[in-house]
């Protein structure tokens, strides 16, 4: 079944092949041992670059199971070619099985030709493939075996420094993944999954700091109030909304006036600023979550599309039937398992070939719903008098009106409060002082 698997004509056949060889090989007879070995080298050597690379992926699995005997004189072999493979994912997947050999050979002069693959590959043109060997050696700690030369020594050191700078292991990593445009996005999908929720989970880390380490509200007390009761009463009415009254304007005598005057949303303002970095990057991870099923891998296509562009000649129309050979394999496989949908006049589906462009198209739509969502989340949470809350109050500061008259963040508000004494229940009216409304108004604005 692996041989029928591994000599297919489909490639997604020859690479499922490749994860079966490190199972099988143990429970197979000499001839068979002699088949599995001679197939999984015309794997490496595929003419798909899909291909190569899974058999990259498993070369450390097949290593493990290999005889001596075999895996110096043919897998040192392969390794070496897959090393310097003229596609950078295939290389980069290289490095892992190359750390495994090392492992598995300790003789020196069986190292000879893992080493100086590995040190090409820490020379590599990509920074990628750099990158990842740089992490593994470093990993391993195996800096002294491999006699690096000085160049890559320093590069090593200097990511060896920096991760103990940082503290947790791999934290660089996921920054870098972060911080990382993709292929496959455009700069206004980056504007709205990377630029706009970085800059919302930002502001939302910078009003929790304020609300819960520093001083939100102050309050001005009576006389008779000590230390202990005026925190007492600040954090209450922190808690407990307070109301907006202007200063000319007389204060009500009835609580359901006063209540009517009352805002609260000033507490859940980091909720909501999180909720809505997650929603502005929901429609992004819906189309990294969905145009994976589509069964072509955009990463590696549109790598490849990109590279024809320095390619020349004869060069460059043999990498782009290789690649319209994978695309055509990719949309044409499963095609007995077809069941086409009409929506209107198109026909889609999971393996038909409109499938990741009706996707784009929908997550391009998503992008768009969400900015309307956001307005109304923004006019809801804040309860504006204004659809163009943004407008209006752009309009008043250019005519000169001062920030309290918006009245939407106010500065200056009240707080009510009732104090036990004995059998005696006291009433107060404060006044206070919001500061952390200086913050709100500013990033409201900016962010409408």
């Known amino acids: ?219 001005f007390m009576p006389m008779e109030f000590r230390s202990g009761w005026e925190q007492y009463a600040e954090d209450y009415c922190f808690i407990q909304n307070t109301y907006y009254i202007p200063i000319p304007e007389q204060i009500p005598e009835g609580h359901d006036e006063r209540q009517k005057a009352e805002f609260g949303y000033y507490q859940w303002v980091p909720v909501v600023l999180a909720l809505q970095a997650v929603i502005f990057y929901l429609p992004n991870w819906l189309w990294k979550t969905l145009h994976q099923q589509s069964g072509l891998d955009l990463d590696t296509a549109i790598s490849d599309a990109s590279k024809l562009r320095t390619l020349h000649s004869n060069e460059r129309r043999t990498e782009i039937g290789k690649l319209c050979t994978y695309i055509s394999e990719s949309l044409e496989m499963n095609e007995a398992q077809r069941i086409p949908r009409r929506i209107l006049c198109f026909r889609v589906g999971q393996h038909l070939g409109s499938y990741v462009t009706m996707l784009y198209l929908f997550i391009k739509i998503c992008y768009l719903l969400n900015i309307l969502l956001q307005f109304t989340i923004l006019n809801n949470f804040l309860e504006t008098k204004h659809m163009f809350w943004g407008v209006h109050t752009f309009v008043q500061l250019w005519q000169g009106s001062d920030w309290e008259e918006t009245a939407i963040f106010p500065r200056v508000t009240l707080c009510d409060f009732r104090v036990r004494r004995l059998a005696n229940i006291h009433n107060y009216t404060v006044q206070c002082v919001l500061m952390i409304n200086m913050f709100n108004e500013k990033i409201y604005l900016f962010i409408w």
């Not at 072999?77 to 598995?104: H, Y």
Request: contains cysteine; positive net charge.
């Open 1 to 219: 079944m692996i041989l029928r698997l591994a000599q297919g004509d489909w490639f997604t056949s020859r690479t499922s092949s490749c994860g079966l060889f490190s199972v099988a090989y143990p429970r197979a007879n000499p001839a068979q041992k002699t088949e599995l070995r001679n197939s999984y080298r015309a794997l490496c050597r595929d003419d798909t670059p899909m291909v190569r690379r899974a058999a990259a992926s498993k070369l450390g699995e097949v290593a493990k199971v290999w005889e001596k005997d075999y895996l110096k004189s043919e897998l040192l072999q392969i390794f070496e070619d897959l090393s310097r493979d003229d596609q950078d994912s295939v290389r980069l997947l290289s490095v892992d099985p190359g750390i495994q050999m090392v492992t598995l050979l300790r003789d020196e002069s069986e190292l000879t030709t893992v080493k100086q693959a590995l040190k090409d590959l820490i020379e590599d043109k990509s920074p990628r493939v750099r990158y990842m060997a740089a992490e593994k050696i470093v990993q391993l700690n195996y800096l002294e075996f491999l006699f690096l030369k000085k160049k890559s020594a320093s590069f090593f050191g200097h990511q060896k420094r920096r991760r103990e700078m940082l503290g947790v292991p791999f934290l660089d990593d996921a920054i870098t993944k972060w911080f990382k445009p993709q292929q496959f996005d455009d700069p206004v999908d980056r504007l709205n999954y990377f630029v706009t929720s970085s800059l919302l989970a930002f502001f939302a880390i910078m009003v929790s700091a304020k609300q819960y380490v520093g001083s939100p509200i102050q309050c």
